[in-house]
C-alpha cells in the first residue's frame, strides 16, 4: 500500500509541470468607438459549455490579461456603465500560448443607428429577433428573449484600414494671470489602423502666441502582438519668444519614446520604455528619462507592484480628454533658467504600492522615494527681469522657477469605491516632503530665503459620474495641501487617487447631431484650482505683485468633434 500510494505522488509530481505548461492566457484592450480606454471595465472568460468562467477588470489604459487557462474554445464578454455588453465568439486557445482580444464598447444609440428594417413577422426564426451585421456581413447586434442586448464582434479583417479622426478647439482667458491660454488653440487626432494589429495616430495642439504660431505635433505608432505591445513616439514642440530676458530665442524640443509592456509567466506585467528628449532654447540641452514598472499579481485580487518614473503623469489622460495646452508648464520637459541658462528638472521617482480589491472597493497602500534636480516650480504673472532663474511664458501667463532639488520619501494610501454603475468615489491620502513657502507673503528678493523643504500632509476626494439620461461625463475633485507647499505632495502619484490640486471639474458633454456636421460632437469644460487657491504673493521689483503656486487656476471650454 505505501509503494502504490509513492508512485502515485510520484506521477502527481511529474505531472503537474507538463498541466502547467499547457496553459495558456487571453488578454486585450477594451476602449469605446471613439478609442478612449476604458478603465474598470468586467471582462468575463467563459467556455461555451459553461457560463462560470474567470472574471478580470481593465485597468487605466484599458488593459486586461487572464492566465492560467487551459485550452479550449472560449468567449470573451466585457460589461461597462452606460455600455452595451460586448461580446466576442469562437477564441481558440492553444497549450502555452497567448491570444490578443481587444474589444470596444457601444452604447445603444450608437447600435441603434446601424440597425436594419424590421424583420417580417412571415419570414422563418432566425436564432435572434434582431440582427445588426456590418459591410463583411458578420453578426454585430443581438437582442435575446429575456436577456440584454450583446453586441457581437468576431475577430478584426486583417486588412482594416478603419481611420478615425477629433478636432477640438478650445480657448481660455488668462485673467491677469490666474488663467490658461489666452487665444483659441485647436486640438486634432487622427488614428488609422495598419496591417492586423498596429495603429498609427498623429495628433498636436496648434495656437499663437502673440501672433507667432506655437504648439505640438505628435506621431505614434503602436503594434499590438500576442505578448507584448511595442510602440514608438515622436514629439515636435515649438513655442514663440518668451520674452527680451533670454533675447527673444525660440523655444523647441523634439522628444522620441519607445514603449513595450508584456507578461511573463503568465502573472508578472513589464510596461517599460525610455523618453529622449532635445530642447533648443539658446543652447541645446538633451534629457533622457526611462520609466519602467513590474507588476505581480499574486492572486485575482491582489497586486504588487514597482514601479519608476522620470516624470510626472498627465491628469489629464486620466479624465479621457486632454485639454493641456502647449505651454512650459504642462507639455513635455520642464525647463527653468538657471543662471541664465536653460536646465531641464531631472526627476526620479522609485515606488513600491500593494493593491488589493475587495468587491467593488479597490484598497491601494504605496511607499515611494522622490529625487529632484533643478527643480521647476509654477508662477502665475509676468517677472519679466527680475531673475536670472525665471523663464516667462507668454502662452499661458505663466512662468518657471529654477530651484536647486528635493530629497524625499513619503507614503500614499488610496481607497476608490464604485457606488454604482454611474458613480465612483475616491479618496486619497499622501504624505511626504515638498518644496514650501515659510511665509505667505514677500519680496522677490527675499525669495531664496523664503522657500525651504519640510514633510506635509495631502488629502484628497474625487467623484467620477455619468449622467444616462444626457450622456454627462463627469468628474469633480478636491485636493487639499497642509501648509504654503509649491509642489503637489506625491506628484508622481498614478494611482486612481490621481488628482488636481484644490477644487477642480471636468465635464464632457454630448451635443445633438446635425445633417451640417457629420460625426459626434461634444461640449468640454475644464476648471481646475477654480477657487484659485494656494497662491503666494510676491512683491516683484516694480512694484507688481506675482504668484508662486503649485497649480494655477485654469478655465478651458470648447468643442469636440469625432468623425
Known amino acids: 500500500m505505501t509503494r502504490k500510494l509513492g508512485w502515485i505522488i510520484v506521477v502527481l509530481l511529474a505531472g503537474s509541470p507538463a498541466f502547467a505548461a499547457a496553459t495558456g492566457g487571453i488578454s486585450g484592450y477594451v476602449k469605446n468607438t471613439s478609442g478612449t480606454p476604458q478603465l474598470g471595465a468586467v471582462v468575463e472568460i467563459f467556455t461555451s459549455a459553461s457560463k462560470l468562467g474567470t472574471v478580470v477588470f481593465t485597468d487605466a489604459t484599458g488593459f486586461y490579461s487572464a492566465d492560467n487557462l487551459p485550452a479550449g474554445t472560449y468567449q470573451v464578454k466585457v460589461s461597462a456603465a452606460s455600455f452595451l ?162 533675447q527673444n530665442s525660440p523655444y523647441g524640443a523634439i522628444g522620441i519614446t519607445t514603449s513595450d509592456r508584456m507578461t511573463i509567466a503568465g502573472f508578472i506585467d513589464l510596461d517599460y520604455g525610455a523618453d529622449m528628449q532635445s530642447l533648443e532654447f539658446a543652447k541645446r540641452v538633451t534629457s533622457v528619462r526611462p520609466f519602467g514598472s513590474v507588476k505581480v499579481h499574486l492572486s485575482p485580487d491582489m497586486v504588487v507592484e514597482y514601479r519608476y518614473a522620470t516624470s510626472a503623469p498627465n491628469t489629464r489622460a486620466s479624465k479621457g480628454y486632454d485639454t493641456a495646452p502647449a505651454d512650459l508648464s504642462e507639455s513635455g520637459p520642464k525647463m527653468a533658467l538657471a543662471n541664465g541658462m536653460p536646465e531641464v528638472e531631472h526627476a526620479r521617482h522609485q515606488e513600491v504600492s500593494v493593491s488589493r480589491r475587495f468587491k467593488n472597493t479597490n484598497i491601494q497602500v504605496a511607499y515611494y522615494a522622490d529625487l529632484l534636480r533643478n527643480a521647476v516650480l509654477t508662477g502665475a504673472g509676468d517677472p519679466s527681469g527680475y531673475s536670472d532663474n525665471v523663464l516667462p511664458d507668454v502662452y499661458s501667463g ?114 445633438p447631431g446635425t445633417s451640417l456636421v457629420p460625426g459626434k460632437m461634444e461640449a468640454v469644460i475644464d476648471l481646475r484650482n477654480l477657487l484659485a487657491q494656494g497662491y503666494v504673493p510676491i512683491m516683484g521689483q516694480d512694484g507688481h505683485t506675482v504668484y508662486l503656486v503649485q497649480s494655477a487656476r485654469t478655465l478651458r471650454g470648447g468643442l469636440a468633434f469625432t468623425f
Open 398 to 511: 505663466t512662468f518657471s522657477y529654477s530651484y536647486p532639488g528635493l530629497s524625499t520619501t513619503g507614503t500614499r494610501f488610496v481607497v476608490e469605491q464604485k457606488i454604482s454603475g454611474d458613480l465612483t468615489v475616491t479618496a486619497d491620502y499622501s504624505t511626504g516632503g515638498v518644496i514650501s513657502s515659510q511665509t505667505s507673503s514677500g519680496t522677490w528678493q527675499d525669495l531664496p530665503s523664503m522657500l525651504t523643504t519640510d514633510r506635509q500632509h495631502s488629502l484628497g476626494a474625487k467623484v467620477a459620474g455619468y449622467i444616462p439620461a444626457t450622456k454627462t461625463r463627469w468628474v469633480t475633485s478636491y485636493r487639499w495641501t497642509s501648509g504654503n507647499a509649491l509642489l503637489p505632495v506625491d506628484s508622481f502619484n498614478a494611482s486612481p487617487g490621481q488628482m488636481d490640486p484644490y477644487f477642480s471639474i471636468f465635464i464632457r458633454q454630448p451635443l
Open 85 to 246: 455588453p460586448s461580446l466576442r465568439e469562437g477564441i481558440s486557445l492553444r497549450s502555452g500560448a497567448h491570444v490578443l482580444v481587444n474589444l470596444t464598447l457601444n452604447t445603444l444609440s450608437d447600435a441603434l443607428t446601424l440597425l436594419p428594417a424590421r424583420r417580417n413577422p412571415n419570414t422563418d426564426p432566425d436564432d435572434w429577433h434582431w440582427t445588426l451585421r456590418s459591410p463583411a456581413n458578420r453578426p454585430i447586434l443581438r437582442i435575446f428573449d429575456g436577456d440584454p442586448v450583446v453586441v457581437m464582434s468576431q475577430q478584426e479583417n486583417k486588412e482594416s484600414h478603419e481611420v478615425k479622426a477629433r478636432v477640438a478647439f478650445i480657448a481660455g482667458s488668462e485673467a491677469d494671470g490666474f488663467g490658461g491660454a489666452g487665444e483659441m488653440t485647436t486640438a486634432f487626432t487622427l488614428e488609422k489602423s495598419l496591417f492586423s494589429a498596429g495603429t498609427l495616430s498623429f495628433n498636436g495642439d496648434i495656437g499663437s502666441a502673440n501672433g507667432t504660431p506655437a504648439g505640438v505635433l505628435r506621431a505614434s505608432y503602436v503594434h499590438h502582438l500576442d505578448n507584448s505591445a511595442p510602440a514608438i513616439t515622436i514629439t515636435y514642440r515649438h513655442f514663440a519668444s518668451p520674452g527680451s530676458a533670454v
